[in-house]
C-alpha cells in the first residue's frame, strides 16, 4: 500500500512544478516578444522619419560619390528586412552603433549619462514618495477637510504648470536672486576635479571620499531640479495612495477594529495602510521609472549631463542611432519594473498566489 501511494503522490508533486515552469516559461516569452515589438518599433519609425542618415553623418555638401559610399556603409541599400534583421543582431550584443553628435558608440555614451539622470529621478522619487503617501493617508484620513482639498489642489497645480517654467522661475529665484542653491548642471566647476567618481552618483561618492564641501555642492545643485520632478511624482502618489485607503478605509475590518475599541490612527496606519503597502509599491515604481524618461524638460532647462539632455541632443540633430538607443532603453526599463512589480505582488499578497491553470 506505501507503494501504490508514492506512486499515486508523484504525479500530484509533479504537476505544479511543470505548471509553474510553463508559466514562468511564458512570462519569459511575453518579455521578449514586448522587446521585440519595442525593437521594430522604434526601426521602423526612425526608417519613416523625414530624416536622411547619410546627410546627418556626411553633411549637405558631400559629393554624391561620399553619399553613395556612406549609403552603402549604413547598409540602407539593403532590403529592410535585412537591416531590421542586422539591427536586431546588434542591439542583442548592447550595439545601437555610433553616435553622430559625440562620435561615440551609442551604448557607451548612455553609460556615460545615465547615472547622472539615475540619481536626480532616485532623489525626485525619494522626495515624492517621502511626502506623497503620508499626504495621501491623511488625505483619505481626514477626507473632504480643508486638508483634503489643499491636498488634491496642489496635485492638480502641478500637473498642470509646465516643469521648464517652473524650473526657469525656481533658477530665477533660488539661485539669482537668493543665492540658496547652486545653478546649473551637477556641481561647481571648481569641485569638478575633486569628484573621484566610483558609482557615477556624486552625491555618494563625495559621501563615500569624505568630502563634505562637494557633497553640499552637488546637494545643492540637484535639490532644486529633484524637488521640481518630485511635484509631479508626490501629485500622482498621493492620489493613488489616497484613492487606495479611501476604500481599505470602508472594509468591514477596519469598522470591526473600531468597534472593538482600536484607535483611528491604529486603524489607519497600520492595519490599512499595511494592505494597500503592495499597490502603492507598484505605484512608486512606476512613477520612477516615469522620472527618468520625464527629466528631458527638466535636464535641458537646468544644463543637467543626464539621459535627457543626450536624447534632447540627439534628437535636435537627427542622430537616429542615439534616439533609438535611448527609446530602447527606456521601454526596457518599464518592461523590467512591471515584471518587478508582478513578482513583488505574488510575493507579499496571498491572494495573488493561486494556483497556475
Known amino acids: 500500500m506505501s507503494q501504490a501511494f508514492s506512486t499515486a503522490a508523484e504525479p500530484r508533486d509533479i504537476f505544479p512544478v511543470w505548471r509553474y515552469l510553463s508559466a514562468t516559461l511564458k512570462g519569459v516569452l511575453s518579455i521578449l516578444c514586448t522587446l521585440l515589438g519595442l525593437a521594430a518599433l522604434t526601426f521602423f519609425i526612425g526608417r519613416l522619419l523625414p530624416i536622411d542618415p547619410v546627410v546627418a553623418v556626411i553633411g549637405d555638401n558631400a559629393s554624391q560619390e561620399a553619399y553613395n ?66 499626504s495621501g493617508v491623511l488625505s483619505a484620513m481626514y477626507r473632504n477637510s480643508w486638508f483634503d482639498h489643499l491636498i488634491r489642489f496642489l496635485g492638480l497645480i502641478s500637473y498642470s504648470t509646465p516643469h521648464f517654467w517652473l524650473g526657469l522661475m525656481g533658477l530665477l529665484l533660488f539661485y539669482a536672486s537668493l543665492g540658496w542653491i547652486g545653478g546649473p548642471g551637477r556641481v561647481d566647476f571648481i569641485y569638478e576635479f575633486d569628484l573621484h567618481p566610483v558609482t557615477g552618483f556624486w552625491l555618494i561618492d563625495s559621501a563615500m571620499a569624505g568630502d563634505w564641501a562637494v557633497f553640499r555642492n552637488v546637494f545643492s545643485h540637484i535639490i532644486l531640479p529633484a524637488s521640481i520632478l518630485g511635484l509631479s511624482s508626490l501629485a500622482y502618489i498621493s492620489r493613488m495612495t489616497r484613492s487606495f485607503m479611501i476604500e481599505q478605509l470602508a472594509q468591514e475590518y477596519i469598522i470591526t477594529a473600531r468597534v472593538k475599541g482600536l484607535s483611528w490612527a491604529r486603524c489607519v496606519w497600520v492595519h490599512a495602510l499595511r494592505n494597500v503597502a503592495v499597490p502603492t509599491l507598484t505605484v512608486v515604481a512606476l512613477s520612477w ?48 519594473l512591471n515584471v518587478v512589480c508582478d513578482l513583488l505582488y505574488h510575493l507579499f499578497d496571498p491572494r495573488t498566489r493561486r494556483e497556475v491553470q
Open 289 to 336: 521609472a516615469w522620472l527618468l524618461e520625464g527629466a528631458v524638460l527638466t535636464e535641458t532647462v537646468f544644463a543637467w549631463p543626464g539621459f535627457g539632455r543626450y536624447l534632447t541632443n540627439a534628437l535636435l540633430a537627427g542622430d537616429m542611432n542615439a534616439v533609438v538607443g535611448c527609446a530602447l532603453l527606456t521601454g526596457a526599463i518599464f518592461v523590467l
Open 69 to 134: 559610399q556612406m549609403y552603402h556603409q549604413l547598409g540602407l541599400d539593403q532590403p529592410l528586412w535585412q537591416q531590421f534583421a542586422d539591427y536586431l543582431v546588434s542591439v542583442s550584443h548592447l550595439d545601437f552603433g555610433m553616435a553622430l553628435t559625440t562620435n561615440s558608440p551609442v551604448a557607451q555614451d548612455i553609460a556615460r549619462v545615465f547615472p547622472a539622470t539615475l540619481e536626480l529621478a532616485t532623489v525626485a522619487a525619494i522626495i515624492g514618495t517621502g511626502l506623497g503617501i503620508p
